[in-house]
């Protein structure tokens, strides 16, 4: 049993090159029968912690999942890559059930999933009849949901308790993406399993940009949002039923693809609406928080909260359920206030003072999250107790480059308005106010002000920006209370004096009209055929009455639709196709390639794959190559430039500098023999940014023109040399 067995089946059975995040640790404390916790964010592969030991070791796994409805599906994702899977739950008729028993008894299944109630409950005598067979593993999947404190409590779970006891030889794994210090501790205490390793993996999810925006006109704003991102998948979170339901059909009269989830639906309803959005017949899904828990789609494109969450945890579970498959996804939220004063109403647990605490400061931080100017991902990742050493680039916050301007005038406006009418209204009020608005609401006595209507020229948006703007920085203040009302401060006086000037922040871009996630920019793959690939793929997936992303998900697609692949070879070097997948489905998409390629004249791209699997590369000696290599470093010694030596030898500029840049691991040249020091940090930064991906066009699109190929690769080279040694700054070149 080892670690090298577990690479081989990640690579065969699975397609995968390496492994994410800590899943190399965990498996290999697995593999060494210890005791495990996993916190790992949402997408970040846990199953693949349990699942791949249970292929290595001779027994049984069993496998605690909670969601009866997504057990099919995980089995048949399994069952796609040619691992043993059953499930058992009482959905199945007894001699469903009685034929999986037979395949445990027999040694044929490999991975058993039950709910937790079978174990709990002792249904049919269960735990005796796993007694009788030879158990290796028990996986707790979703394990939070054994503490009241986590948001999905289920009773059931605190019985799991009773497997260390029976079964305390039989290693146990716990996994959960929530992060919570008191779940966590509830999770090591009702498993019994004080003493298990904890492995935590960093929650950052770098493919999701964060965006928040005002929540005034949040249906025309999501209705443009959504018509920017038209073929993409997403779901919508609503806080009631009711606007669950009503919104689902505004967006179908509006022509969008989309079906309502809640648990006031019967549950055939629910499962169709659910399959359908699983199987990409149906684009979004407009639900209550009771739509998603496990969901295992991994092309969800974009998450919409309309309404806010009660918690900062619930939130970014929520919006992790979007991007699983890694490529760029966005998680927009709709921020009020007003939000967050109704909910704080609900969150008032009788009888419990100290509970109800907790519930408000959550909804305060969630508000806190809405207001922020500065980078969304730090707030964030803070919350779970990680911190991130730099802004993150990938936010609203951060790539809305903040522009001022002399805001002076606006500013005196705006304070005077707050002046005139007493310090006793609210922002809305004085935007009005500051509008002219006609409305009722505006008191006739304020109609004869001077200030009235002295703002007609700036939108209401833009006047609620310049309002959170003057209190964030001090020139007004917000008195809390359920109506916050505005009042002057101390240094409000030197602006209306016009002591002081005041800078504003521009206006900034709306999410809806921001250009839909350009998951193509990441891989330069060719659209026309990716949606063949697809084609092909829900053809396949119909027929055997799986969900698309069983055969191959979506990076698998681009991953085809960008190399080309032409052998079956080349075939397997693409992520996701594993030897069992590429002997079901690899020769009709091999086909469909080799005829997308003939007809239009392409060829294998195969080899800008190369990227990461070249890294530990020498140059190779003894070889002709080496002559070729020794040759140009040995021109370059004698004081040529890479362009000198190119023109001498008559071989194209990006051939001599591949060369030399092949020296950089053996220290024979350096990095600033190929690029100055000072762009390397940028070329760096980028790099990290597109490690998803193989290839490297998309970190020259990043940088653009400014940078080359050679320069690239150079500081590739040298990174993958570790000669960085990691530092954040390139100075110990
Ligand atoms: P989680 O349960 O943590 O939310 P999953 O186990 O469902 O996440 O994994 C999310 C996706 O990532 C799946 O499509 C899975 O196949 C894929 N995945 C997992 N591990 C790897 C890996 N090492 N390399 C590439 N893809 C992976
Ligand atoms: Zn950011």
Known sequence: MSITQAREILKHQFGYDSFRLEQEAVIEAVLAKKDCVVLMPTGGGKSLCYQIPAMIFDGLTVVVSPLIALMKDQVDALKANGVEAAFINSTQTVSEQTAVIRSVRNGQTKLLYVAPERLASGIDRFLDFLKEIDVSLFAIDEAHCISSWGHDFRPDYMQLGVLKREFPGVPLIALTATADTLVRKDIFERLNITHADLFISSFNRPNIFYSVEPKRNSYDQLLKYLRNRKDESGIIYCLSRASVDSLAEDLRDEGFSALPYHAGLDKETRDRHQESFLKDETKIVVATIAFGMGIDKSNVRFVVHMDLPKNIESYYQETGRAGRDGLASEALLFFSWADVIKLKKFAQVDGNAEQS????????????????????????????????????????????????????????????????????????????????????????????????????????????DYFKDLLAQGFLVQNDGDFPTIALSETSMDVLAGRTKVQLNKAREKASERASV??????????????????????????????????????????????????????????????????????????????????????????????????KVRPKRGQNGRDTYQTSLDMFRSGMSPREIAKEREIGLSTVENHLTKFIATGEVLLNDLVALEKVPTIRKAIVECSDSQALSPIKEKLGDDYSYGEIRAVIAWLDAGLDSRSASPSVV
Not at 421 to 445: C, H, M, N, P, W
């Open 357 to 464: 605490a907790i519930m408000l400061k959550k909804l305060d931080q969630m508000g806190e999250f809405g207001d922020l100017r500065s980078c969304r991902r730090r707030f964030l990742l803070r919350y779970f107790s990680e911190n991130l050493s730099e802004n993150c680039g990938n936010c609203d916050n951060c790539t809305t480059a903040v522009e001022t301007f002399d805001g002076t005038i606006i500013a005196q406006k705006a304070l005077s308005a707050v002046a005139r009418t007493g310090q006793r209204f609210g922002i809305a009020y004085l935007v009005d106010f500051l509008r002219g608005s006609t409305a009722a609401k505006i008191r006739d006595e304020h109609k004869n002000l001077k200030t009235y209507g002295v703002g007609a020229d700036i939108s209401k948006d833009n006047w609620f």
């Open 518 to 615: 350009e998951t193509v920019a990441e891989h330069p793959h060719i659209p026309e055929l990716f949606e063949s690939l697809r084609t092909l793929r829900a053809t396949m997936a119909r027929g055997e009455n799986v969900p698309p992303y069983v055969v191959f998900s979506d990076v698998t697609l681009i991953e085809m639709a960008t190399y080309l692949p032409q052998t079956a070879d080349q075939m397997l070097r693409i992520s996701g196709v594993g030897d069992v997948k590429f002997d079901k489905y690899g020769a009709d998409f091999l086909n469909e390639i080799r005829n997308y390629c003939s007809r239009n004249n392409l060829a294998s791209r195969i080899d800008l794959k190369s990227r990461r699997r070249e890294r």
